[in-house]
């Protein structure tokens, strides 16, 4: 059966008024929306540690106290509620977490079985007519914290995947919540006002730092300038929140796996001192604790980028490295093979050296992040040169990203002997290798070798002066003026 209903009737009969029940419920209970600034310790493995005022009234005894201020992904084990001023006990009975936050959905759900109003729009005679249609909710789809799935509703006798309509529900019970919320019964040890802190861990933030390095038309200097990106996904807006950020290899903790050990580090960061300086940074336990020194607004849903470092004139020379047998090294095994190694890889990889500290401009920790790389064109523009990662890094460590491969600089490997006699237990090797410059000024290629026969070696003659770089691997420095061409050879013995 179809029911006509007027626009004023059912403006009249708007489902927003079935939100008031709810609303009155709320502030029936002691309303402890935190009206102090919130603290937040956001880690890169995808969760934070939060910190709440919480305005309390209570009396004497055992009180019932509703927290309705909390994130949608709260861990309710890691909930810990205190007097910060350590005046007053407060002990917790009972702690109840709810995040059944209302939605048509859930209405839904809590609907099954019974027949509703859906509200349905049709065009007739060139205006749009309104109609109530009834229908029976056989399955909502609702699945808590699981995929959804596709209703089924009852019409006039037949079933039907979709809605017919807007539903329209009926009034709310006081049972339903808006927003994720902490329900608590807690004994106090007397009488009175109090403002207690409830921190507690959470998924739904992630944070990550970006570097962009700006050079010169000419010169191997670079300005560099570090931006923190934060993302929330919490499903709870921070205003004017006081933020820091962990840096460090906690992504070694499988929090699936041990939570446990995840939250002892995160309890400790519930407990760490202010920093007062402008986007400080200082060690804390085995990681890096960055602050942002002015408290900003982080609302749900929204990813905010904030400066954090910027140096001026940092060396950070280019780097040509050639490695002509590219993926061939020692597996601890004798290798006779001839032609294990005999590739040829031509391209000459392009890096970006600098070192990280006071004296390079620098001088920080850095977390770990994406370099990106730009130059200074001799119009004055700004063109990107490449980018990589780097991993968290502390002070006065060096830096080597790779950029891309130079296109003016080819290498070409090739073996010029092989010998090996298996009684006398030997084996030598000799190989040529070829560098061309097409760049207008020199440069130098530094050409890594790997010994990969065996672990016994000595090299036998050479061309030129190499250094050891490990037990496997051995490294030439070669100049190579423009436009023109160098050769090295080396002959390497083997024995076991």
């Known amino acids: 059966m179809v029911k006509k209903v007027h626009r004023k009737n059912f403006m009249q009969t708007s489902h927003l008024k079935t939100i008031a029940p709810v609303l009155i419920a709320l502030t029936s209970l002691a309303s402890l929306d935190a009206t102090a600034e919130p603290a937040l310790t956001i880690y890169n493995q995808g969760f934070a540690v939060v910190r709440d005022a919480v305005p309390l009234d209570l009396k004497s005894g055992v009180n019932e106290v509703r927290f309705a201020n909390a994130t949608a992904h709260l861990e309710p084990d890691s909930v810990i509620l205190r007097d910060p001023s350590g005046t007053r006990t407060l002990q917790i009975l009972e702690q109840n977490y709810r995040n059944d936050q209302v939605s048509q959905a859930l209405l839904l759900s809590l609907n099954e079985g019974k027949t509703i109003d859906f509200q349905n729009e049709r065009m007739k005679d060139n205006t749009i007519a309104r109609e109530i ?12 914290r699981g995929s959804e799935t596709q209703p089924i509703i009852e019409v006039n006798g037949k079933l039907q995947f979709t809605l017919p309509g807007e539903p329209l529900f009926p009034s709310l019970g006081d049972n339903t919540i808006l927003q994720p919320t902490l329900n608590w019964i807690l004994r106090a040890d007397k009488p009175g006002k109090l403002k207690a802190e409830v921190s507690y861990v959470t998924e739904g933030f992630t944070w990550k730092s970006d570097y962009n390095l700006v050079a010169p038309a000419k010169g191997d200097t670079v300005d560099l300038i570090g931006w923190i990106t934060m993302d929330n996904q919490s499903g709870k807006t921070f205003e004017n929140a006081k933020i820091k950020l962990m840096a460090g290899d906690v992504s070694k903790i499988q929090p699936q796996r ?10 400790k960061a519930m407990v760490a001192d202010e920093i007062q300086s402008t986007v400080s940074e200082k060690s804390f336990d085995e990681f890096h604790l960055y602050t942002l020194a002015r408290a900003t607004t982080l609302r749900d849903r929204e990813t905010k980028q904030v400066e954090f470092a910027r140096a001026e004139s940092v060396k950070a020379p280019a780097v040509y490295i050639y490695d002509g047998a590219e993926g061939s090294g020692f597996y601890g095994g004798r290798n006779n093979d001839p032609g294990y190694g005999t590739q040829s890889n031509k391209k000459v990889w392009v890096y970006r050296e600098f070192v990280n500290s006071d004296t390079n401009k620098l001088g920080i920790a850095l977390p770990k992040g994406k370099l990106r790389f730009y130059r200074r064109g001799d119009d004055g523009q700004l063109e990107f040169t490449g980018e ?21 600089l080819v290498g070409e490997r090739k073996p010029t002997d092989f010998k090996t006699d298996q009684s006398d237990k030997w084996m030598t090797e000799t190989f040529e290798i070829k560098l061309r410059n097409y760049k207008k000024e ?19 003659a050479k061309s030129d002066e190499f250094k050891k770089t490990d037990g496997q691997t051995i490294e030439f420095r070669v100049p190579v003026k423009p436009d023109k061409e160098k050769t090295i050879t080396y002959t390497v013995h083997y024995s076991w």
């Not at 029976?136 to 699945?143: A, L, M």
């Not at 020199?442 to 036998?460: D, S």
């Open 388 to 408: 990589n990662e780097i991993d968290h890094t502390p002070r006065n460590e060096t830096i080597r990203v790779k950029t891309g491969n130079s296109f003016d």
């Open 258 to 267: 041990n939570r446990n050990e995840m939250r002892m580090y995160a309890a």
């Open 442 to 460: 020199a440069v130098e290629i530094r050409v890594a070798e790997h010994l990969y026969r065996w672990k016994n070696w000595n090299i036998t």
């Open 133 to 144: 249609i009834p229908g029976k909710i056989i399955r909502s789809g609702y699945v808590t």
